[in-house]
């Protein structure tokens, strides 16, 4: 009978053997297919199947086995905390979509790579990235590649200690990468018609109720496979893994994990001595592959975009460019949803809504950082979040004794207690109409959304009175966020744009892991942390960007949300 193995990794990313190398050994170990699953890279993909070329060549008029190598990925992700790993079977890894995503992890990656080694250096170990590169060219570095790094320059006794001491979570030297969900890298395997499978699921250790719910949640995404058999599985295991995989109407599939002396004792095909893994289950993915092909479309969710305006969607003239419209178009036409998410009050972004004629289905304006959610189709607000007017009596006294510039608003008008340059530099954008009273508080008649204070010459002036307000504001449950070098937001901590992401989702029946947001200032950050995927503008604060599953190529000033969103569609 035929054998395969779906899951086997080379030295392109943390394996010992070349993609040659691989093909020659599956051939001595007598299987008929495997698939290259290298960590979060393809570049070992066309060395692999130019070497079955070529051995396939040679042997077709012998009586000499053949192999197929099947081009493949594995992706890291983030779920819960848990690092959670979803391999991809038959990508198109020469696909322009699939190429720019590579890249982006790339990017993110060389990001990461270079703090560590700034780190390091600092910790008495000096390294530089393009050391690292040297070291071990053509290699994803991963943390092992800085344990064997460090071991070799005898920084470090042995692998384990440069792990326990400086590179292991927790530890002084690491700095976590930001990774995509998994829900995000079944979406990429499909969009490059890839064949998702969540790779070894009992090594997260799971519940099983937990286990359940992240199965469902792929599933909905578009997950068609489930690693049922694998080497460290015994019979009570696959059995498990079997009946869930059906619950869900999944594809088994079986991997070795094979690392080379990297994993010493696990081999290719066997595993630790007991796996068997037969074509039929090769088979079986395959025929469940027709089927996908033949309905391209239906297996991705409807999804929802939260993105920021200033410096993110908007351009330095406030306005969108044709290419940028036409990508919205695309999105709502696919079925999907569009927030506009701003700090401004809900009638400024309906104003920009206006004038840059976004009548598109499908909308919503999030006013306030979050206070406020506007449903455009019915034109009503759907949510209301607000501070009581006595957080708002003493915003507005401590502003007064500050020297600060603090406003307020309605349901309707800006209300401030002068006219001033503040006030003026404010307006060159914000269109909302004022009302000036020195006794703010008789204008209301309910708590505003937000305040905002306003300081154009002195940074320190400003960041003196937040700091003031800090102790007070903690008590009462208020936030205050930079959204400008010049602006400091007052809002309800029950408030926010992450909060408005989760609301809305709620509200309209999305699953926030569906959902994407995109910003670049300091009150985007929980927006970015609440949605499924975060796109951090490259002209935006580095928290965002740290935050970020993604950075885009280019500003706002360049389509740079547009060229990241075409993806998504």
Same mark, same amino acid.
């Not at 068997?276 to 395959?286: G, V």
């Not at 479309?297 to 993105?307: D, N, R, S, V, Y």
């Not at 002209?539 to 360049?558: F, L, R, S």
């Given at each position: 009978?035929?054998?395969?193995?779906?899951h086997?990794?080379?030295?392109k990313?943390d394996?010992?053997?070349?993609?040659?190398?691989?093909v020659?050994?599956?051939?001595?170990?007598?299987?008929s297919?495997?698939?290259?699953?290298?960590?979060?890279?393809t570049?070992?993909?066309?060395?692999?199947?130019?070497?079955?070329r070529?051995?396939?060549?040679?042997n077709?008029?012998?009586?000499v086995?053949?192999i197929?190598?099947?081009?493949?990925?594995?992706?890291?992700?983030e779920?819960?905390?848990?690092?959670?790993?979803?391999?991809?079977?038959?990508?198109d890894y020469?696909?322009?979509?699939f190429?720019?995503?590579?890249q982006?992890?790339?990017?993110?990656?060389t990001?990461?790579?270079?703090?560590?080694c700034?780190?390091?250096?600092?910790y008495?170990?000096?390294v530089?990235?393009e050391?690292?590169?040297?070291?071990?060219?053509?290699?994803?570095?991963?943390?092992?590649?800085?344990?064997?790094?460090?071991?070799?320059h005898?920084?470090?006794k042995?692998? !384990?200690?440069?792990?326990? %001491?400086?590179?292991?979570d927790?530890? *002084?030297?690491?700095?976590?990468?930001? #990774? @995509?969900?998994p829900?995000?890298?079944?979406?990429?395997?499909?969009?490059?018609?890839?064949f998702?499978?969540?790779?070894?699921?009992?090594?997260?250790?799971?519940s099983?109720?937990?286990?359940?719910?992240?199965?469902?949640?792929?599933?909905?995404?578009?997950l068609q496979g489930?690693?049922?058999v694998?080497?460290?599985?015994?019979?009570s295991?696959?059995?498990?893994m079997?009946a869930l995989?059906?619950?869900y109407d999944?594809c088994?599939?079986?991997?070795?994990?094979?690392?080379?002396?990297?994993?010493?004792?696990l081999?290719?095909a066997?595993?630790?001595?007991?796996?068997?893994?037969?074509?039929?289950?090769?088979d !079986?993915?395959?025929e469940? %592959?027709?089927?996908m092909n033949?309905? *391209?479309?239906?297996l991705l969710?409807? #999804? @929802?975009?939260?993105?920021?305006?200033?410096?993110?969607?908007?351009?330095?003239?406030?306005?969108?460019?044709?290419y940028?419209?036409e990508v919205?178009?695309?999105?709502?036409?696919?079925?999907?949803?569009?927030?506009?998410?701003s700090?401004?009050?809900?009638?400024?972004?309906?104003?920009?809504?206006?004038y840059?004629?976004?009548?598109l289905?499908n909308?919503?304006?999030?006013?306030?950082?979050?206070?406020?959610?506007?449903?455009?189709?019915?034109?009503?607000?759907?949510?209301?979040?607000?501070l009581?007017?006595?957080?708002?009596?003493?915003?507005?006294?401590?502003a007064?004794?500050?020297?600060?510039?603090?406003h307020t608003?309605?349901?309707t008008?800006?209300v401030?207690?002068?006219?001033?340059?503040?006030?003026?530099?404010y307006?060159?954008?914000?269109?909302?109409?004022?009302?000036?009273?020195?006794?703010?508080?008789?204008?209301?008649?309910?708590?505003?959304?937000?305040?905002?204070?306003?300081?154009?010459k002195?940074?320190?002036?400003?960041?003196?009175?937040?700091?003031?307000?800090?102790?007070?504001?903690?008590?009462?449950?208020v936030?205050?966020?930079?959204?400008?070098?010049?602006?400091l937001?007052f809002f309800?901590?029950?408030s926010?744009?992450?909060?408005?992401?989760?609301?809305?989702?709620?509200?309209?029946?999305?699953?926030?892991?569906?959902?994407?947001?995109?910003?670049?200032?300091?009150?985007?950050?929980?927006m970015?942390?609440?949605?499924?995927?975060?796109?951090?503008?490259?002209?935006?604060?580095?928290?965002?960007k740290?935050a970020?599953?993604?950075?885009t190529a280019y500003?706002?000033?360049?389509?740079?949300?547009?060229?990241?969103?075409?993806?998504?569609?």
């Amino acid at each position: 009978m035929n054998i395969v193995d779906l899951h086997v990794h080379s030295n392109k990313s943390d394996g010992s053997l070349s993609p040659t190398e691989l093909v020659t050994y599956a051939l001595q170990k007598g299987l008929s297919a495997f698939a290259l699953t290298d960590h979060d890279t393809t570049d070992g993909i066309e060395e692999a199947l130019e070497a079955a070329r070529c051995i396939n060549a040679q042997n077709k008029n012998a009586s000499v086995r053949t192999i197929e190598v099947i081009p493949g990925i594995e992706f890291s992700s983030e779920y819960e905390g848990k690092d959670i790993h979803v391999v991809g079977l038959y990508i198109d890894y020469k696909s322009d979509f699939f190429r720019r995503r590579l890249q982006n992890f790339v990017n993110g990656r060389t990001i990461r790579n270079r703090e560590m080694c700034r780190r390091l250096t600092d910790y008495g170990f000096p390294v530089t990235y393009e050391e690292l590169q040297s070291e071990f060219p053509n290699c994803v570095i991963t943390r092992s590649h800085y344990a064997k790094f460090m071991l070799n320059h005898g920084y470090t006794k042995t692998l !384990k200690e440069a792990f326990d %001491r400086y590179i292991g979570d927790g530890c *002084p030297c690491f700095v976590p990468r930001k #990774k @995509i969900t998994p829900m995000r890298a079944v979406e990429i395997i499909l969009k490059a018609d890839g064949f998702p499978v969540l790779a070894h699921p009992l090594l997260y250790h799971l519940s099983s109720a937990k286990l359940d719910e992240l199965v469902c949640l792929l599933k909905k995404m578009g997950l068609q496979g489930l690693e049922a058999v694998y080497s460290t599985h015994d019979g009570s295991d696959e059995r498990e893994m079997r009946a869930l995989a059906a619950k869900y109407d999944l594809c088994i599939s079986g991997g070795s994990d094979f690392h080379g002396n990297a994993k010493p004792g696990l081999d290719l095909a066997t595993g630790y001595g007991k796996l068997f893994i037969p074509q039929e289950i090769l088979d !079986k993915i395959k025929e469940r %592959r027709k089927w996908m092909n033949a309905h *391209p479309g239906k297996l991705l969710p409807t #999804k @929802i975009l939260f993105t920021d305006l200033d410096g993110t969607l908007l351009d330095s003239g406030k306005q969108i460019s044709p290419y940028t419209r036409e990508v919205l178009e695309k999105w709502v036409q696919a079925g999907h949803k569009l927030a506009l998410c701003s700090g401004r009050d809900v009638n400024s972004v309906k104003d920009v809504k206006s004038y840059l004629h976004l009548d598109l289905p499908n909308m919503y304006v999030i006013g306030y950082n979050g206070g406020q959610i506007y449903d455009c189709t019915k034109g009503k607000t759907i949510h209301r979040t607000a501070l009581t007017l006595t957080q708002t009596a003493h915003i507005l006294e401590e502003a007064e004794k500050h020297g600060i510039h603090v406003h307020t608003y309605t349901e309707t008008n800006i209300v401030s207690p002068r006219q001033d340059e503040e006030l003026v530099y404010y307006r060159r954008v914000i269109k909302t109409p004022v009302i000036i009273n020195p006794n703010v508080m008789d204008v209301l008649t309910q708590g505003p959304c937000k305040c905002i204070g306003i300081e154009l010459k002195d940074p320190e002036k400003m960041e003196n009175f937040r700091l003031s307000l800090l102790p007070w504001a903690q008590e009462e449950g208020v936030s205050m966020l930079y959204s400008s070098s010049y602006y400091l937001e007052f809002f309800p901590a029950a408030s926010g744009k992450g909060a408005a992401v989760k609301t809305l989702c709620r509200l309209l029946g999305i699953d926030p892991h569906f959902s994407v947001a995109a910003g670049d200032a300091q009150n985007d950050l929980s927006m970015i942390e609440a949605a499924g995927m975060g796109i951090a503008m490259i002209n935006g604060c580095n928290d965002v960007k740290m935050a970020a599953t993604t950075i885009t190529a280019y500003d706002n000033d360049h389509d740079g949300l547009a060229h990241a969103l075409v993806d998504l569609i």
